[in-house]
């Protein structure tokens, strides 16, 4: 063959498997289109139905049949469907207005694409055996250009609603109202971006509306302190991973540690003086904070590593070649007969784990009143099984074939598997902290 008609060959292949493909695609939009029209989703009737006529706009008899059935009736399913929500949305009353009047919009601009894919189709594809299609078609650019007219007084009206009710929260002062009205500051300007002064109000209202807490090293009462100080490396990791948060700092204001060190020690307190309620609730006035949180860990367990092994005899028969023998024919042919053969399967078990639990409180500064207070557990556990043989592999059945050739794996170290506990620890309390803030 030459090189010409081979690459004719190859073009004639890459063009019957693309024709394939297409065949194929067009009967998924048919088959789609029908199920669709069954289930009375018009919608989506018509537009796999235009889809499958414009892979193939000639003999494509069921395509037109829903075409012809579902396009009239989509249209009537929209137009009902934003009669209601021009009713209901006639006059602004809450963010569901907006919602509505969105909604509008979407299928104004859903009858105009698909009133142009179907009068885009080509001509072949209105053509049927004995008859034409006939389809009626509808412009809505205006009745798109009033929905959103009426959609952009909504957003207005709705951003000066959130504004007012922003406001008035403000003017009943305290940390919560102020705390809403930030949020609904934020709303009118989701709505109306640079709405009138929102911006500069959502700074007030979020400023007044913040909380300063101070977060005390937790006191390690575990009675274990060769692994260092953990309590202060949760109190750290809690404040890291709240100050990487952006959403749990816009109304949370933690005091940084240097400062928190600077009254501690001027108070002669230091970071693990015993710290009662009376004395945190003076702490906190001292730097001026609404809220304290404090906690201590009462236990710390490292579960040393531990191996366990158990023997296991196995067995089976397999089938050897003890010999040859002429067969009727007389073609030499091998002869086998069973033997058994055994292994033993040891089957390793490696343990360990690591375990950590406490409590936290958090006591507001001006009342001394307990505001929460919950116990907190972490743990960690590694469990590993290996195995090795000795003997006759041929006795090894698939499942510990596959044990044996597992690698023996390590755990954590000591040291390791307590900072991992106590990581997780943090970031748990870091989550419940964040929670508490919103």
Not at 156 to 167: M, R
Not at 340 to 345: L, N, P, Q, R
Request: charged letters at 30%.
């Amino acid at each position: 063959m030459s090189h010409h008609d081979k690459l004719y060959s190859i073009f004639l292949l890459i063009f019957a498997l693309s024709l394939t493909q297409c065949t194929a695609q067009q009967r998924r939009y048919r088959k789609d289109a029908e199920d669709a029209f069954e289930q009375r989703r018009f919608d989506d009737a018509v537009i796999n139905a235009v889809n499958s006529l414009y892979e193939k706009p000639e003999k494509n008899t069921q395509a037109q049949e829903v075409l012809e059935l579902a396009f009239p009736r989509f249209i009537n399913d929209y137009e009902d469907k934003i009669a209601m929500l021009k009713a209901s949305s006639a006059s602004y009353n809450s963010d569901n207005t907006v919602e509505q009047r969105r909604e509008i919009v979407t299928r104004y601009e859903t009858l105009i694409k698909y009133n142009n894919d179907v009068k885009n189709l080509p001509p072949a594809a209105f053509r049927m055996k004995k008859r034409n299609i006939e389809l009626e078609y509808k412009e809505y650019y205006n009745e798109l250009a009033e929905a959103k007219s009426n959609l952009e007084r909504g957003k207005e009206d709705a951003a000066e609603s959130h504004y007012q009710e922003a406001l008035r929260l403000m003017a009943s002062g305290g940390i919560d109202n102020n705390k809403t009205a930030a949020k609904e500051f934020k709303k009118a300007l989701g709505y109306v971006p640079g709405y009138r002064d929102s911006a500069q109000k959502y700074e007030d209202a979020r400023k007044a509306g913040t909380t300063r807490v101070a977060i005390i090293p937790f006191e390690n009462k575990s009675g274990k302190t060769h692994y260092g100080a953990v309590g202060e490396y949760i109190t750290d990791q809690v404040i890291a991973s709240i100050f990487d948060d952006k959403s749990a700092m816009e109304f949370l204001e933690i005091i940084d540690r240097e400062q928190l060190e600077i009254v501690l020690n001027e108070q002669k307190l230091g970071a693990s003086g015993v710290l009662d309620d009376n004395t945190l609730v003076e702490l906190g006035k001292v730097l001026g904070v609404q809220e304290i949180l404090t906690g201590r860990i009462t236990q710390i367990i490292s579960d040393r590593e531990q191996v366990t092994s158990e023997n296991q005899q196995v067995k089976d028969n397999v089938k050897v070649k003890v010999g040859e023998k002429k067969n009727a024919d007389g073609k030499t042919e091998a002869v086998y007969r069973d033997k058994e053969v055994s292994a033993v399967v040891t089957i390793y078990n490696k343990t360990a784990g690591a375990r950590m639990s406490g409590s936290y409180k958090i006591l507001d500064v001006q009342t001394a009143r307990l505001l929460e207070t919950e116990a907190f557990s972490e743990a960690y556990e590694f469990q590993h099984e290996w195995g090795s043989y000795r003997g006759d592999e041929r006795a090894l059945s698939y499942k510990y074939k596959q044990l044996v050739q597992v690698r023996e794996q390590n755990p954590l170290s000591d040291g390791e598997r307590i900072n991992y506990v106590a990581t997780k620890l943090a970031s748990d309390l870091a989550v419940k902290l964040k929670e508490y803030s919103q």
